[in-house]
């Protein structure tokens, strides 16, 4: 079955710019987890989903990042004003309940901000 | 709140020997342990996990082991194959956390042929 999908799969900004990126859970997966991957380090924690309910946000690193899954699907990260310390991949991962199972991961989208 | 530790950050081994990466966490409530296995360019994905109600796992050529009272665990590869090359993450997650990770920041394997 199709796994979670993520898009676009690269994006360059200029410094400033806003940005919105999509995240494609696997269907009737209920939560929806995003990560912020540094280069060369671990998956760093964002924000949580549980349907359209944003549970957790204490992962977002200013009031610039915004996520929101209006209808407990499709997900969209959104970052405005960029700045060049946002350039990172953007990870997605959904798991089919609410607790401790298998988080499926997107292939990300790699954002460069120049 | 949760901290992950993960060692070594690099690790080369000739095919066929063994590799063992160890990471430590802080959060006495962590009771879920997932690694995760991500080649370059491409999404992590899981390869084993441990909950806290068991000492020891075991797939094929890879095991894990936990250790709660040292707040410690570990992934062994037997028999390694230069396919398992790639950088391997350990995370820790706590029950009433909705299933969210932290993670150690990871180890690059490298298998010789």
């Known amino acids: 079955g199709a796994g979670v999908s993520q898009s676009p799969r690269y994006k360059v900004a200029k410094r400033g710019q806003d940005v919105a990126l999509r995240c494609d859970p696997i269907s009737g997966h209920v939560s929806l987890f995003w990560y912020q991957q540094a280069l060369g380090q671990g998956p760093e924690f964002l924000t949580y989903?549980?349907?359209?309910?944003?549970?957790?946000k204490s992962g977002l690193p200013s009031d610039r990042f915004f996520a929101e899954r209006p209808e407990g699907s499709v997900s969209t990260l959104k970052i405005q004003r960029t700045q060049q310390e946002d350039s990172a991949v953007y990870l997605c991962a959904s798991s089919l309940g609410t607790g401790q199972e298998t988080q499926y991961f997107g292939p990300g989208t790699r954002l460069l901000v120049l | 709140g949760e901290n992950v530790e993960q060692h070594p950050s690099t690790l080369s081994v000739q095919e066929g020997d063994s590799a063992v990466i160890k990471c430590t966490y802080s959060d006495s409530a962590s009771n879920y342990f997932p690694w995760y296995k991500q080649e370059l360019g491409k999404r992590p994905q899981l390869i084993i996990d441990i909950r806290s109600n068991v000492g020891e796992k075991k797939d094929q050529r890879i095991a894990v082991t936990l250790n709660k009272t040292a707040k410690h665990f570990s992934l062994h590869i037997t028999e390694t194959q230069p396919e398992d090359s790639a950088v391997y993450f350990c995370?820790?997650?706590?029950?009433?956390?909705?299933?969210?990770?932290?993670f150690g920041q990871g180890t690059e394997l490298s298998v010789k042929p």
């Open positions: 989903f549980q349907n359209e309910a944003q549970l957790d």
């Open positions: 995370a820790a997650s706590s029950l009433g956390q909705g299933g969210k990770l932290i």
